[in-house]
Each structure stands twice: as C-alpha cells, then as structure tokens.
C-alpha cells in the first residue's frame, strides 16, 4: 500500500511543476525516502532524474508559447552546472558517515541530508506562503536587464544545494530571475524549467558510476511525473497558481516539520 501511495505520488509532483512550475524536488525525495523506502543518498539522486526529465518536458510547452529566455538561463546555468555536477561527484561521496559526534549525539548523513532538505522546504514554504506584489506582472515585452556578477553567484548557490539535496530549486530560480533579470513571472517559470532540467540531470551524471540505478523504477516512476505535469498544465487554466502556491507552500512546510521530527526526535 505504501509503495502505491509513493507511485501515485509521483503523479503529484509533475502537477506541482505543472501547475506553480516549482516544488517536484520537495515532494520527491520525500517520496522515495518514506514511500518507496529508498536511501537518502539514493533518492537525492533519483530526484534529480525524476525532476530534471519532468521539468524538461514540461519547458517544451513554454518555448512554444515563446515564454522562455535562453539568454537569461544560459547566464544562469553556466555557474549552476558547475556546482552541481562537482557536488555530486566530489563532495557527496566525501561526506563522512556518521557526520559527526557531539557528546551522545551522532548525526549520520542520511539524517543530515534530509535535516538539510527539511530546512531547503522551510525556505521554499515561506517563499511560497508570502504574496507577491509584483506577482500581476505579466507584460512579456519588457527589457531584460542582467546582474551578471549576482545572477551567477545565484546560479553556484542553487546548483550546490541541488547536488546536496537533489532539489530543483525552482523557488529560488524563480524570484533570482524575476528581480535580478527583470523577467515577468511566466517568463521566469518556462526558463526556471529549462534551468531546472538542464542542471538536474547534468547532475544525475555526477551520480553515474557512484550510485547503483535501478532503470526498470526510475523509468516508471518519471514516466508517472511526466504524465502529471500534462494534467497540471491543463489545470492552470481553471486554478489560480499563485492561490495554488500559497496552499502548496503550507502543505511544504508541514513536510519539512515532519521530517525534522522524524529524523531528530
């Protein structure tokens, strides 16, 4: 029963990247740590397929829409793709395990990494939770003006928290590109997936080779995503995505409260 509830599961986060264009990696992990019953290590990686493929998919629908700018993801990634990639292949594996001792405490790295993960879903919830009031502009003619020296600072940032974690880092893409590019919100989404899915799966390279991949499951369980993220494009024509965000946002910050319980308590 638990294993169909983290295959139906799956469905869920491509309808969160369909539908706010953020938020698969959140529910990923924990997915396929509590669900499936998958290793930390393991589902870090994992997501980064399950996301970067979903994501992938779901920015075709925006380029044809001409809602993507390959500029402002190129100055973006570059940065990212580093961190990332090296993440994996370096500093991951190097992680000691146990992390550390403190007295009786022993802080092992599956329970560090998801201590981790939990406090990436805190930042998220409240990045979600928080109205916007820049939100409404939607004008998608306006002049893209870069920071180049912040965007990319941006961009290391994101892909070393995506290699620890495997999260896509879509609320931090988001709100990077929108203050720092000035490109209107649904601009920043489509290119939020294109950078979302180039640098995940670039890092689930990183894990080739480190990780044994059951392909037989990770293909059913992408396959899943990608269907959901059809279903939840389809839904944004009925549902508001920043009334969406918001409900998404306390749902996220409940998980990460349960997985600091779980793993601390």
């Known amino acids: 029963m638990v294993s169909i509830l983290g295959y139906l599961s799956s469905v869920l986060i491509g309808v969160s990247l369909g539908l706010i264009g953020g938020g698969g990696s959140i ?3 924990p997915v396929l740590v509590y669900l499936i019953g998958l290793n930390p290590v393991l589902s870090t990686a994992y997501s980064l397929f399950v996301v970067g493929t979903t994501s992938l998919v779901g920015s075709f629908t925006y380029m044809k829409k001409r809602l993507v700018n390959y500029r ?3 100055v973006f990634a570059v940065p990212s793709f580093v961190t990332v990639f090296l993440t994996r292949k370096f500093i991951v594996p190097a992680i000691p395990d146990p992390v550390f001792t403190l007295g009786d405490f022993t802080l092992q790295k599956g329970a560090g990494i998801m201590g981790l993960f939990a406090l990436i879903m805190l930042a998220a919830a409240f990045s979600m939770i928080r109205q916007r009031k820049d939100a409404s502009d939607e004008s998608e003619s306006s002049e893209v003006s870069f920071n180049l020296p912040l965007i990319a600072l941006e ?3 994101v892909g070393l928290l995506t290699g620890l ?3 896509g880092g879509g609320f931090l893409i ?21 950078i979302i899915a180039a640098k995940s799966l670039i890092g689930f390279l990183g894990d080739l080779g480190q ?3 059951d392909w037989h ?8 995503s990608i269907s959901g993220i059809f279903l939840g494009s389809y839904l944004t024509r009925f549902i508001s995505g920043e009334k969406l965000k918001r409900v998404f946002g306390w749902f996220v910050l409940g998980m990460a409260a349960v997985i600091l319980w779980k793993e601390f308590y």
């Open 27 to 29: 529910l990923t992990v």
């Open 72 to 74: 402002a993801a190129l």
């Open 155 to 157: 961009g290391a940032a």
């Open 165 to 167: 974690v495997g999260a």
């Open 174 to 194: 988001i709100p990077a590109l929108v203050l720092l590019a000035k490109i209107p919100m649904k601009m920043a989404v489509g290119t939020s997936l294109l």
């Open 211 to 213: 990780q044994a991949i």
């Open 217 to 224: 499951f990770l293909t059913v369980f992408t396959l899943l």
